[in-house]
């Protein structure tokens, strides 16, 4: 459990906990792959079970962490796939592969309700954005722009930004978002050759 704060994540050998929403960042990555193989390729019945058994235990495990934008995140990827779904081949197989889709979702979302812990529950789906968390993160994300913008180009280079914020910038806390992250790391530089990447795999898809 992450700091006693009733979220789930790893140690590292050195019994570090890893923060729950990068966490999550790498359990999205596996989880879309998992429903991309499921849905867009052929495969036989053990692949199958196997496929819905890893993406099953993959979401539940992104929602132990707590992550509201891994949630998030993890439901945008899901969008993509299910339009690429629609616009690959309009045609019947298309067509009960979309029904089995939406069929999966809605399984694995009422699986994850009666798994999931009461407070995991109430944190991912509190609407409230006067909570402490959303007011705490937003005084991270303030000085973490404030400490790049004193570096804005190339950025600090891959160093713990949680630790560039509180020797810079004086505030006890971490960039609390991926985006700002790469520009704290890799200045605007490493953020236009993120988004690079990130524009050719949608020019893949579709």
């Not at 509201?68 to 339009?83: C, D, E, M, P, W």
């Not at 019947?92 to 798994?115: D, E, G, H, W």
């Not at 992250?181 to 524009?199: C, D, E, K, N, S």
Request: proline share 2%; aromatic share 12%.
């Amino acid at each position: 459990i992450y700091e006693g704060s009733g979220r789930y994540t790893i140690q590292f050998f050195n019994n570090e906990e890893i923060d729950p929403n990068y966490l999550a960042e790498f359990l999205i990555i596996g989880g879309a792959l998992s429903v991309s193989k499921l849905l867009l390729r052929k495969k036989t019945l053990l692949d199958i079970i196997l496929l819905v058994a890893g993406t099953l235990i993959i979401t539940i495990a992104i929602f132990y962490t707590g992550s509201r934008a891994g949630v998030l995140a993890y439901i945008v990827s899901l969008f993509g796939i299910f339009i690429k779904l629609c616009f690959n081949n309009r045609d019947m197989i298309s067509v009960r592969k979309v029904i089995v889709f939406m069929t999966i979702a809605i399984v694995v979302l009422i699986i994850v309700a009666l798994v999931i812990p009461r407070e995991i529950y109430d944190r991912i789906f509190e609407m409230n954005l006067n909570d402490g968390s959303n007011s705490l993160r937003v005084q991270h994300w303030l000085n973490a722009l404030k400490c790049w913008s004193m570096q804005p180009i190339f950025g600090y280079g891959p160093a713990l930004t949680k630790e560039l914020i509180i020797s810079i910038m004086n505030h006890n806390g971490d960039a609390h978002n991926t985006y700002l992250t790469l520009l704290l790391q890799f200045g605007l530089v490493g953020f236009l050759m993120f988004f690079l990447l990130f524009i050719d795999v949608l020019k893949g898809l579709f």
